[in-house]
């Protein structure tokens, strides 16, 4: 287990630093970055000025470990539009944003497992005809046309929940469900489609024959040959959590880290473009890891790969 939690942190070392490039490299993709700090009322001696002074005349490899050694230190520059440190502007919008994606994730997984084990357990069932009649909705319905609804229900009808804000636990309620109805569907049809697996294999026979109660045979046995890819899959989808939820953070005004980068994306603000884009890659690369490491734990074959 040692040697392969060394081989993948190996791994996702290579891997951050071929996406760090890669976030840095972006903003040239789009052109000029200079000409877009400008603006479209300058003339080209200003973009000349602005060139020289961000250093963009400069080759490109020289920029990038210019700036690697600027995030190995903490230092990911200042925000043109802010004004104030990147790291210090990140910080602050990250933490409202991760709070909702972990219980986004949570609430999914509390609702999307046992359904899936129970409409795996009991196929064309009632309960999976149910189940699967939710995923449907949930892939269906567009999440900023739920969270509406939610709204409408919740704070202009019964007005028991506050539209919009971070200013107590309950403003985190409405976008909570938004996010964890919309990434219930994938983890509830891939543990029920885990669960129809396992429980076609002979070590699941075998286990009934030894007397097993149905309980052990379903949760310690079938469920943790199913948990695998349902690993996997949670740890992907709390990393598009993290950068996908400009949506769920525009409909409930939420100054989280999907609205900064709508803002900054918007206003040019290259140095917070770049950080942001580092860091939701880092967290995929980090939850994806994870996801690795504990699937090695439940599964000893992976090891050896």
């Given at each position: 287990?040692?040697?392969?939690?060394?081989?993948?942190?190996?791994?996702?070392?290579?891997?951050?630093?071929?996406?760090?490039?890669?976030?840095?490299?972006?903003?040239?993709?789009?052109?000029?970055?200079?000409?877009?700090?400008?603006?479209?009322?300058?003339?080209?001696?200003?973009?000349?000025?602005?060139?020289?002074?961000?250093?963009?005349?400069?080759?490109?490899?020289?920029?990038?470990?210019?700036?690697?050694?600027?995030?190995?230190?903490?230092?990911?520059?200042?925000?043109?539009?802010?004004?104030?440190?990147?790291?210090?502007?990140?910080?602050?919008?990250?933490?409202?944003?991760?709070r909702l994606g972990f219980f986004g994730l949570v609430l999914a997984l509390v609702i999307a497992v046992p359904l899936g084990v129970v409409a795996g357990r009991w196929p064309n069932?009632?309960?999976?005809?149910?189940?699967?009649?939710?995923?449907?909705?949930?892939?269906?319905?567009?999440?900023?046309?739920?969270?509406?609804?939610?709204?409408?229900?919740?704070?202009?009808?019964?007005?028991?929940?506050?539209?919009?804000?971070?200013?107590?636990?309950?403003?985190?309620?409405?976008?909570?469900?938004?996010?964890?109805?919309?990434?219930?569907?994938?983890?509830?049809?891939?543990?029920?489609?885990?669960?129809?697996?396992?429980?076609?294999?002979?070590?699941?026979?075998?286990?009934?024959?030894?007397?097993?109660?149905?309980?052990?045979?379903?949760?310690?046995?079938?469920?943790?040959?199913?948990?695998?890819?349902?690993?996997?899959?949670?740890?992907?989808?709390?990393?598009?959590?993290?950068?996908?939820?400009?949506?769920?953070?525009?409909?409930?005004?939420?100054?989280?880290?999907?609205?900064?980068?709508?803002?900054?994306?918007?206003?040019?603000?290259?140095?917070?473009?770049?950080?942001?884009?580092?860091?939701?890659?880092?967290?995929?690369?980090?939850?994806?890891?994870?996801?690795?490491?504990?699937?090695?734990?439940?599964?000893?074959?992976?090891?050896?790969?």
């Amino acid at each position: 287990m040692l040697s392969y939690a060394v081989r993948r942190i190996a791994m996702a070392c290579l891997l951050t630093l071929f996406v760090s490039f890669i976030a840095y490299s972006l903003i040239f993709a789009a052109g000029d970055p200079a000409a877009a700090l400008a603006g479209n009322a300058s003339t080209a001696a200003d973009a000349d000025r602005l060139r020289q002074l961000y250093g963009f005349d400069r080759p490109i490899i020289v920029q990038y470990l210019h700036w690697l050694s600027g995030v190995l230190r903490g230092d990911l520059g200042t925000s043109l539009y802010f004004d104030q440190p990147v790291a210090t502007l990140l910080l602050e919008r990250f933490t409202t944003t991760a709070r909702l994606g972990f219980f986004g994730l949570v609430l999914a997984l509390v609702i999307a497992v046992p359904l899936g084990v129970v409409a795996g357990r009991w196929p064309n069932s009632m309960v999976d005809r149910l189940a699967l009649l939710l995923a449907v909705v949930g892939q269906a319905m567009p999440s900023f046309w739920f969270a509406l609804l939610l709204m409408i229900l919740f704070s202009v009808k019964l007005s028991i929940l506050p539209a919009s804000g971070t200013a107590s636990w309950q403003s985190f309620v409405m976008p909570t469900i938004v996010l964890g109805y919309f990434s219930m569907p994938a983890i509830m049809r891939l543990t029920r489609s885990g669960m129809i697996s396992a429980l076609e294999s002979d070590y699941i026979r075998t286990a009934r024959a030894m007397g097993l109660s149905e309980a052990r045979v379903l949760f310690d046995y079938a469920l943790r040959n199913a948990a695998l890819p349902i690993i996997s899959l949670s740890s992907a989808q709390f990393g598009f959590m993290l950068a996908g939820s400009v949506v769920v953070e525009s409909v409930f005004a939420i100054h989280g880290a999907g609205s900064l980068a709508w803002e900054s994306i918007s206003r040019a603000d290259l140095p917070t473009v770049q950080a942001l884009v580092l860091c939701f890659s880092l967290f995929y690369v980090f939850f994806t890891m994870v996801a690795d490491m504990l699937n090695a734990m439940l599964d000893p074959r992976m090891r050896s790969k």
